[in-house]
């Protein structure tokens, strides 16, 4: 707008310099681009009783802009897969996004530019930051919270042994599973060798076959197998 002069004429505007916000005007209205600063003056047209008149340069300054809502995306993950990309949604601009720990929390976890990595199951929580540019301010995410979940353990299997009379006994083992739980064998049939368990050892009384199963102990990473 303009302040009053004397006279009736009309009031143009014009460029002194478009600046650093690549401005334009349209009439009586003042377009950008981007944020900045650009220089304009008014022109009131003369008359019969009043000569033209100008007003002396005005500097518009174009604010950055706040960004639209930053949100780290949230994963669930499952041990033992020991790291996950870090993506993020919503935000303006073309400034730099980055994370940071904000809790290491129970799964031990890191963060390395886009990736968070961990050690164990848990849960931690991430941040993420969009840098401000031209336009925007900088603008940061709340705490977004990553959950590592127990895993299943690889196959678990029970180790046949032929034996041959007149030895009573043999050592039970096991192939396969994951983590650090113990490993139990149950007597599933006695079968014809009239067997029993104790531990890890398998007892028959004669000669014939019995079935047994292996079972391994979940732990903090890996739920239970058999």
Do not use: R
């Not at 003042?30 to 033209?52: F, Q």
């Not at 994370?99 to 890191?110: E, I, K, Q």
């Not at 390395?112 to 840098?131: I, N």
């Amino acid at each position: 707008n303009t302040t009053v002069a004397t006279g009736y004429g009309f009031v143009t505007f014009n460029f002194v310099a478009t600046g650093t916000a690549v401005c334009s005007v349209s009439i009586i209205f003042l377009s950008y681009t981007s944020a900045g600063i650009c220089t304009v003056n008014a022109t009131k047209e003369g008359n019969d009783d009043y000569a033209n008149a100008s007003s002396s340069a005005q500097n518009f300054t174009v604010n950055p802009g706040t960004q639209d809502t930053l949100l780290t995306l949230s994963q669930s993950v499952t041990f033992p897969t020991l790291f996950t990309a870090l993506t993020t949604s919503g935000g303006n601009g073309s400034g730099d996004v980055t994370f940071a720990l904000t809790d290491s929390g129970t799964a031990g976890c890191s963060v390395s530019g886009t990736t968070l990595s961990y050690t164990t199951v848990g849960s931690c929580t991430v941040t993420a930051t969009k840098a401000g540019d031209g336009n925007y301010t900088v603008a940061s995410s709340q705490p977004q919270t990553f959950t590592i979940n127990k895993g299943t353990q690889n196959a678990l299997l029970t180790v046949v042994q032929i034996v041959n009379f007149p030895n009573l006994f043999a050592a039970l083992t096991t192939t396969g599973g994951s983590g650090v739980g113990d490993v139990t064998f149950n007597l599933v049939a006695a079968g014809t060798a009239g067997c029993s368990v104790t531990g890890t050892t398998l007892s028959y009384t004669t000669a014939g076959n019995c079935t047994v199963t292996a079972t391994k102990a979940a732990d903090i990473n890996y739920y239970q197998i058999s």
